[in-house]
């Protein structure tokens, strides 16, 4: 199984918030992409960590930061008409373009999106 963590599923593996285990589970080989990373690492330098330590420790156990691509940003835009009446946010969005570009599982603690349809494995851990 192929993972993306959006924001809110990293920060709960990070701070070990509820779901962090099921999260950790898809941590190593997943995937984040860099605009939700930029939400993680803002959080990050918020509590006084050095930002790129954490990416480090993410990486070490095998989670792949990754570029937002053209191709990302066109299906971005094109899930806001989809997605528009959830309150989804660009990065909420660029998250769900990564797993749909990728084929991939899609982990997040954000419940509205299991009443999102867009033939996606959406896994909302809590």
């Known amino acids: 199984m192929i993972s993306v963590l959006d924001a ?3 920060l709960a593996y990070l701070h070990q918030e ?3 285990e099921v999260v950790r589970k898809a941590v190593g080989g997943g995937y984040v992409g860099a605009v939700n990373w930029s939400e993680v690492a803002q959080k990050a330098a918020h509590r006084g960590l050095d930002v790129g ?3 480090g420790l993410l990486e070490e156990v095998g ?3 990754v570029p937002f691509t053209s191709e990302q940003a066109e299906t971005t835009a094109l899930l806001w008409q989809k997605t ?3 309150g989804l ?3 909420d969005r660029s998250c769900l373009a ?3 570009v990728r084929n991939a599982t899609v ?3 954000d419940r509205v999106w299991a009443e999102l349809d867009l033939g996606l494995d959406i896994r909302v851990v809590h």
């Open 18 to 20: 509820p779901g962090w």
């Open 84 to 86: 528009r009446n959830n």
């Open 107 to 109: 982990f997040t603690t």
């Open 53 to 55: 330590q954490v990416r």
């Open 98 to 100: 990564l797993a749909i």
């Open 63 to 65: 989670l792949s930061i």
């Open 8 to 10: 809110s599923a990293l």
């Open 89 to 91: 946010s660009l990065a």
